[in-house]
Every structure is written in structure tokens, then in C-alpha cells.
């Protein structure tokens, strides 16, 4: 404990919690005692309401500015490795302290940052440490909170109640809609990101996301294993390719008894292909053959065929009204590839310009 302490206290640090890492109530009673904040991976547990959760990391540190002002002396790391790459190479380009925790002694850490490895009961290791630790100063939490409480106010004001509903908006509605104590199975691609920068408080709901073999496979299969194991209502939001690959995954659902409610958003391909240069590098049309891969399929129907319940909804105000509905349903979600690109730009230009402006960098 005492090598720990020495690492963290008056340092300014972070608190990074990952996949299966620390239990919310620990990393939130250490936060308290460091006076650091708590970058919360979506599938931590730890996208709190409290202002100490830092949910918008990667849209935080985009920005090189912010990213200067806001780097850290020590970390403490806890569980998987964050999914946001811009997270991950700020840790890296930071030269900081970092003390990783977990529960295996197989350490994960391609950037090979970690310095001193812990092996132990994560929440048991913050417990001992709270009364130990000497808080930083208090201009960096501040700061953080502060950066991050924009951040909040930005997505929520370009994303609440849309009277078209766009995929960032469609992840925000789901991570608000689903009933408290609900399983909430993330795909690849563009949803696991969508909930990261706009998914709000996820305190309601237990956060899962699973790459399969490759990625997209196995994605529905995942969500129908959870609801039944659980017995749990249990939400998923998934592309429509994913969903395609794994339709079989809807076989005998109507008559399982599970509660599974399926969002997909349609597309029309794979959407996260949009974000790279090959977009622009390739004529459109082979850009649509190799990447975009758009296949015409109605997952509407896709879903009759098997039983299954299924709508349409255009609105935040109807997604979450077939939200609402108990039983397994797919609801579909049109929506455009490029426009969606587009749309993730000036959201996080947006945040950005909100953020330079609350710390005045
Ligand atoms: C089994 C498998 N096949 C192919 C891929 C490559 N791949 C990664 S993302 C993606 C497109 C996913 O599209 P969709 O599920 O519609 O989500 P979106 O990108 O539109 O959010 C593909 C084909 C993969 N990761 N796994």
C-alpha cells in the first residue's frame, strides 16, 4: 500500500476504469480521496451521473490543447484497456506513472505503459487506499469537471429529442430508455462508439459488448444469451450488417420468453467504413462495392419472418415509445451513411469549441 500511495498522492492523476475493472461505489470513494476524476470506459460501470465520471474522455481530448492542459502525472489504471483509441494515445503520449490493477496476471498493454502491475481485489485495493491517499490540488478536478460538464450540455442540447433521429441520437435515446436493471448488449462498429460519446449516464443498466470472433459476429446471439441466462429485460443496439450476420440468432425468440428489444440501425451497410480516407480516396462506386457493401435487405421483415415483433421509428419520442414495449421487438432505425459522418463532425467540433471556451485554453 505504501509503494501505491507514493505513486498517487499530491500527484495530479487519473482514474481509468475498464471493461470488468473496479465497482463504481470503490472507483467513486478513491476518486473522492485523490480528487481525480474517473475516465469511464462504456462497459465499466462506472458512466455515473456524479460529476467525477468523466464519460466524454474521447471527445475531450481530441482536442490538442485540451488534451496539453488536461495530462496527468499518474494513472490508475483499472480492468481492459479503454476502447477509444484517442484515450489510449493520450495515456501513452502522457509520460505518466501508471499503476495497472487487475484481477489476472496477465497483463494487456500493447503501449507497454505500465509500470507497477497489481494483482489484486480491485475494490478491496481502493478501500485500503482511500484513507491513505493526499488529494491533489484542486484546480484539476475542477477542470475536469468542469470540461466534462460542457461536454454533457453540448451533446444534449444537439441530441435530445430529434425530430429526426440520427445514429448518435439513436444511441443516446437507447442508453436513456431502457428500464432500470436492463442488460444493454453493445455491437461493434459504430454503436460501442456512439454510446461512448453520447450514451449519458449509464447507471441504470449493466453495459455489455462483445467482438465475437472477428467483430460483428454472433452480436443478436450475445443479446438473446443474455436475457435468457439473466432473465433480465435486455436492450441491444446493433448495425444492420451485424444484424444480417446474426439474424439466425432470432430463431424461436417469439416463444423463448426472453426480453430482448433489438435496435437496429439500418444504414443500409457498414456505416464505420465511412469514417475512413478510402470515403474519399476511391470513386464512390467502388467505395459502395468493397466498403459501404449496401445489401437492400428489410430487417423489418427479416424479423415478421421469425415472429418477431418489428416497427420503424423516426423520432426520439417514438424510439422511445417502442422502448417502452415489453417483449422481443426489433425496431429499425433508417439512416445515412454520409449525413452520419457529417453529423459526428460538427458534434465534435461542437464540443470542442464548448470546451476550449469553459477552461479558456
Ligand atoms: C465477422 C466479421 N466480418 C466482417 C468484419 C469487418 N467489419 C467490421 S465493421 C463492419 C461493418 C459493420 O456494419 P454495421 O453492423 O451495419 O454497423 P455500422 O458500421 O453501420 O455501425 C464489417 C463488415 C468483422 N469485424 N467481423
Not at 444492420?240 to 417469439?254: K, M, Q, V
Not at 457498414?270 to 467502388?286: A, D, V
Request: charge should be neutral; hydrophobic fraction near 40%; aromatic fraction near 4%.
Amino acid at each position: 500500500l505504501a509503494k501505491v500511495n507514493s505513486r498517487l498522492k499530491n500527484k495530479r492523476g487519473v482514474i481509468i476504469a475498464g471493461a470488468r475493472g473496479v465497482p463504481p461505489r470503490a472507483a467513486k470513494l478513491l476518486s473522492d480521496a485523490l480528487k481525480w476524476p474517473v475516465l469511464a470506459d462504456p462497459t465499466s460501470g462506472c458512466r455515473t451521473e456524479g460529476p467525477h465520471a468523466i464519460r466524454h474522455a474521447d471527445a475531450l481530448l481530441r482536442d490538442s490543447e485540451i488534451a496539453k492542459r488536461l495530462r496527468p502525472e499518474s494513472v490508475l489504471r483499472f480492468g481492459a484497456l479503454p476502447a477509444s483509441k484517442v484515450v489510449n494515445s493520450w495515456l501513452r503520449d502522457t509520460a505518466a506513472e501508471v499503476t495497472t490493477v487487475s484481477g489476472s496476471p496477465y497483463l494487456i498493454d500493447p503501449d507497454r505503459t505500465t509500470s507497477l502491475h497489481l494483482v489484486t481485489n480491485a475494490e478491496a485495493l481502493c478501500t485500503d487506499l482511500a484513507p491513505l491517499v493526499a488529494p491533489c490540488d484542486q484546480n484539476w478536478l475542477q477542470d475536469w469537471c468542469v470540461v466534462e460538464q460542457s461536454a454533457r450540455r453540448v451533446v444534449g442540447d444537439m441530441l435530445d429529442d430529434e425530430t429526426r433521429l440520427s445514429e448518435p441520437g439513436v444511441a443516446r435515446c437507447v442508453v436513456a430508455s431502457l428500464p432500470t436493471g436492463s442488460r444493454f448488449v453493445v455491437s461493434s462498429s459504430m454503436p460501442i462508439r456512439d454510446v461512448e460519446w453520447y450514451g449519458g449516464s449509464c447507471e441504470h443498466l449493466t453495459v455489455l459488448s462483445n467482438r465475437g470472433a472477428n467483430g460483428i459476429d454472433g452480436v443478436v446471439s450475445t443479446a438473446v444469451g443474455v436475457a435468457l441466462e439473466t432473465g433480465q429485460t435486455t436492450g441491444l443496439l446493433i448495425g444492420d450488417i451485424a444484424f444480417l450476420h446474426d439474424s439466425n440468432g432470432l430463431i424461436g425468440l417469439a416463444r423463448r420468453g426472453a426480453d430482448v428489444r433489438i435496435v437496429v440501425v439500418d444504414n443500409n451497410g457498414g456505416g464505420i467504413f465511412s469514417f475512413l480516407p478510402q470515403r474519399t480516396s476511391l470513386p464512390g462506386g467502388q467505395f459502395e462495392t468493397i466498403f459501404g457493401t449496401p445489401h437492400e435487405s428489410d430487417a423489418s421483415l427479416i424479423a415478421r419472418a421469425h415472429g418477431v415483433r418489428s416497427c420503424e421509428a423516426r423520432t426520439t419520442a417514438e424510439l422511445r415509445q417502442a422502448l417502452a414495449e415489453v417483449g422481443p421487438s426489433v425496431i429499425v432505425v433508417k439512416a445515412d451513411r454520409d449525413k452520419n459522418v457529417e453529423h459526428h463532425d460538427e458534434i465534435h467540433r461542437a464540443v470542442a469549441e464548448a470546451v476550449r471556451g469553459s477552461i479558456k485554453v
